[in-house]
């Protein structure tokens, strides 16, 4: 049972374009969702994050949106750049708890073209 | 500032013989731990956490187990290896126990165990 689900297993962009990476849930519990980069062999780096009391966070060139009568969010990074290139997971957390535990998407990986 | 340690980074294991995997955190005090893996092909599967030394929960029924001797020290253990065992295994830590205001986890460099 895949509470967090990416659909796209990988992405192609061209470098300048705008690349957006798509997640859904099923759990509607979830309140804070977050995004992590992961380059092959390291751990993931957290990217962004967003409460379901939001619809929409920014850093940088990275925006997160939060649709939650579709249970859809999205990150969207503009202008891409050739190091953005990896594997990008949502996460989503089930309520404030002392485990604080997070659920993880399958991941997509992004390729971003010279 | 807080770093995560783990070792080894690579480690090739026959079937049948032990594991340990340990994962140190510093300078943070009382965090959260997690042990991920991520199989070939997967996303990132919670495997055990703790709020506290020797507290441990399992997520999911499975050949390992963990242990918190102290409170930044988190280690994956198996009695004996199988080759479902195989993957990338992470460790996280989340600042600070209990309910509260920080909500992101941050990883290590991650363990790759091949089981032959």
């Known amino acids: 049972d895949q509470q967090v689900k990416q659909n796209s297993p990988s992405l192609s962009v061209q470098e300048g374009r705008i690349s957006i990476l798509n997640c859904d849930y099923t759990?509607?519990?979830?309140?804070?969702f977050l995004w992590y980069k992961k380059y092959p062999a390291e751990g993931p780096t957290f990217l962004i994050s967003i409460s379901s009391i939001k619809d929409k966070n920014e850093d940088g060139r990275f925006t997160v949106f939060l649709n939650k009568s579709a249970k859809h969010l999205s990150l969207h990074i503009v202008p891409s750049q050739p190091g953005d290139s990896a594997v990008y997971f949502c996460a989503a957390r089930r309520g404030v708890s002392a485990t604080n535990k997070l659920i993880f998407g399958t991941g997509t990986l992004l390729a971003v073209q010279p | 500032s807080q770093t995560i340690h783990q070792w080894p980074a690579t480690l090739v294991q026959p079937v049948g013989s032990p594991l340990s995997l340990e994962c140190t955190v510093e300078g943070t005090s009382n965090p959260n731990l997690y042990w991920y893996r991520q199989a070939a092909g997967r996303g990132l599967q919670l495997l055990f956490y703790s709020v506290g030394i020797g507290q441990i929960s399992s997520e999911v029924p499975q050949n390992l187990s963990a242990s918190r001797p102290q409170d930044r020290q988190f280690i994956l253990s198996s009695k004996k290896l199988l080759l479902s065992d195989s993957g990338f295994y992470l460790c996280?830590?989340?600042?600070?126990?209990?309910?509260?205001?920080?909500?992101?986890?941050?990883f290590g460099p991650g363990t790759r165990l091949t089981v032959l």
């Open positions: 996280a830590w989340r600042r600070g126990r209990g309910i509260g205001l920080y909500n992101e986890q941050f």
């Open positions: 759990n509607s519990m979830f309140d804070y």
